[in-house]
Structures are given as C-alpha cells and as structure tokens.
C-alpha cells in the first residue's frame, strides 16, 4: 500500500482497508488543477482549495464507511496525501524547504509555516473553543482539521505550524487553514535556483 513515484515529482497511492478505499496521485510540478471525490462535500472543497493554491496538481478518489462516520475516510485520505507528498518529493535537492504564509478569509486568519524538515511535527493552536464540535457542511467535524494535518504532517515527514490568529464562522476557520498550509507548502517544495543539493548542513533532510 506504499506510495509509488511516477516519474520526476509526480507519485501515486492505492490504500485499501476494511474502512476505507483511497487513491492519491499528486504532481508536485503541476499547476493546481484537482479532481477530488471522497464523499465528504467539505473534504472536497477544502482539497479542492489546497491544490489550487498550492499549484499541486491533485486526484483523490476515496469511499469508505461513511454510513458510520466520515472520521475513517478523511484520516485515510489524509494518511494517503502524506505518503504521496513524502514521495514525491524525493531526496529533496534543490527545493526552499521552508515556506510561510498568512491567508484571511473573511473575518478568519490563518498562519502556515512549513519545514520539509524529514522530522514530522505538528504545532496547531489558536482554534476559538467550540471550534471543534462544529459540524460543518452536515459532515464534516471541525476536530478533522487538526486530525488531517496531523496526518499529513506525520506521514510525509514535514513540520508545520499552523496557529488561527482570529475568526468566527466555522468554515471560514478551516478554509483559512487549507489554504494558508498550500500557499505555505508551495513555497517549501519550490525549486531554489540558489541552492544546490539538498538545504541543510546534515546533507539529508
């Protein structure tokens, strides 16, 4: 069920389990065209949004057990965008590494700040209480959000630090999120004409 690489920057996942069945192609080089359809109307909007500002090209198909709770199908869809990206990006030569961006929507505010670090870790604070028992769109719980970055950031090995700086509408909230981490993970995995090989004083990342 691991990831595969297609070719250049350009990688592939199946992941099938008893909960879940997802299918992840993403290109690292594309220019932020998506196809998204798992289920969950929120999820596609958010992934939707995240390849369009990141310029990531982006497919996911993904059916699962949402009869029970969407909660599977999302982590698993999450667990599979990891798995991808980490792929993808290969050895990592020649890329910034670090990408920061602030996006508002509306009355909402979000800061992303991404290492392609090799080391997973997550910082996600500033969600207003109540935040997370919002359900949103019918579906969607806004506790997912920080379960899908943590999952991201997990698989593909990355850091990010996402802090919410203000908002009130729910969706808003989350919206803000996806697309301050694309912005902010386009940057990070942008070749740098400057460096050569891969950005760091260990000589791997």
Do not use: N
């Amino acid at each position: 069920m691991g990831a595969e690489l297609i070719s250049g920057r350009k990688a592939r996942i199946q992941r099938t389990t008893s909960e879940s069945d997802v299918y992840v192609e993403m290109d690292l080089d594309g220019t932020g065209s998506s196809e998204i359809s798992t289920s969950v109307p929120f999820y596609d909007h958010m992934l939707t949004a995240l390849a369009k500002h990141s310029q990531i090209d982006l497919t996911v198909r993904a059916t699962g057990d949402i009869h029970i709770d969407v909660h599977h199908t999302v982590e698993d869809v999450a667990i599979s965008l990891g798995e991808v990206l980490k792929t993808a990006l290969g050895d990592k030569a020649g890329i910034r590494r670090f990408g920061e961006a602030s996006v508002p929507l509306d009355e909402a505010l979000a800061r992303a700040v991404v290492d392609v670090s090799g080391r997973p870790y997550l910082v996600h604070e500033g969600e207003p209480e109540g935040q997370q028992y919002h359900l949103i769109g019918g579906h969607f719980t806004g506790s997912m959000t920080r379960h899908v970055f943590e999952a991201i950031t997990y698989h593909a090995s990355i850091c990010l630090h996402m802090d919410i700086v203000r908002g009130r509408d729910p969706h808003h909230i989350v919206e803000a999120q996806f697309k301050a981490f694309a912005r902010a993970l386009r940057a990070a995995v942008e070749d740098d004409p400057r460096v050569t090989g891969v950005p760091s004083t260990k000589g791997a990342l």
